[in-house]
């Protein structure tokens, strides 16, 4: 019989699946589906905070063109999955977006028996002139 935290990370890997996905395609039914509809994003580089509610990341996203769309190379990897209780998770990735390798903790939380995306701290860690 199979342990309820492993169907619970299978879900989850298969969320991640989807964000990478959307990432990638800039598919905005999908982001619908992977952000919850109060997710909020933090970012700090070079000094500066960023924090952007799902809205202004999603208009943001949908006008600039899709990584798909430049031709890009697609790199994603799931690097951990931290179960805080049944409906609670943290995951660490880290993926190519266009010429910038990026790490992101993703908290989750399962609503309506689908995990989604609630809040997202994103690193831009290497650009294409450090990517090998």
Do not use: C
């Amino acid at each position: 019989m199979t342990k309820p935290e492993v169907r619970t990370t299978a879900a989850i890997e298969e969320m991640l699946n989807d964000y990478f996905d959307v990432l990638y395609t800039q598919n905005m039914d999908l982001f619908d589906r992977v952000f919850h509809p109060s997710a909020v994003l933090y970012s700090a580089q070079d000094g500066v905070v960023v924090v952007r509610p799902r809205d202004e990341y999603r208009e943001l996203m949908r006008a600039r063109r899709a990584p798909e769309q430049n031709g890009a190379a697609r790199d994603d990897i799931v690097l951990a999955i931290d179960m805080l209780s049944p409906e609670m998770a943290m995951a660490k990735v880290r993926l190519r977006l266009n010429d910038n390798i990026m790490v992101d903790y993703l908290n989750l939380l399962l609503v309506e028996q689908r995990w989604m995306i609630v809040a997202k701290l994103y690193h831009r860690e290497e650009t294409s002139t450090d990517v090998r």
